[in-house]
């Protein structure tokens, strides 16, 4: 009768609720180990309040998001500044150098990022450079080709000058 009484009065459901005395808090704990049926009430009820609780839910403002996720970060860091001075402390007690004072970032962004006004500087420099080697290149070998011209020409007015008569007078 006291096992009913329990399930009918929403002894149950202020349990998972956590607002229930410590006394009874210990005779709901010493059902769940005794009567099945109590602890399969109970798993029954978790589900239904754990789904209500899912569908209703209603996401936060993006503002409250940001200041969790920046007090977050806050206790992080101060959680690894703690770490840190703990763990100097024990490099010093044991005589050996400090670990350096830097945060650790992980990255897995391959890509260089550049900002999104130095992309058109970056990106003439780059037409500009493969412009003035093409004009290099082309220059190059113009000249060279000019040089040897030069040296066939010359070959050639040696060759020919010989032949002419010299007029003495």
């Known amino acids: 009768m006291k096992n009913y009484q329990y399930l009918t009065d929403g002894v149950i459901e202020s349990y998972l609720l956590g607002l229930v005395s410590d006394g009874e808090k210990r005779e709901v704990e010493r059902l769940l180990t005794t009567d099945p049926d109590v602890l399969s009430q109970l798993n029954e009820l978790e589900t239904e309040m754990e789904d209500h609780f899912l569908r209703s839910a ?5 503002a409250v998001r940001m200041a969790i996720l920046d007090e977050l970060n806050k206790t992080d860091l101060i959680k690894r500044d703690r770490n ?6 024990f490099k010093q007690e044991s005589h050996e150098s400090p670990k350096p004072d830097y945060v650790d970032v992980e990255v897995n962004n391959t890509h260089i990022q550049v900002h999104k006004y130095w992309r058109p500087a970056f990106i003439a420099v780059f037409v500009l450079s493969k412009v003035f080697l093409i004009a290099g290149l082309y220059y190059y070998f113009k000249t060279s080709s000019l040089e040897q011209e030069i040296i066939r020409l010359k070959a050639t007015t040696q060759q020919t000058a010989p032949m002419t008569p010299s007029k003495t007078p």
């Open 58 to 62: 209603v996401p936060p403002p993006p």
């Open 84 to 89: 840190q001075n703990d763990y100097t402390r």
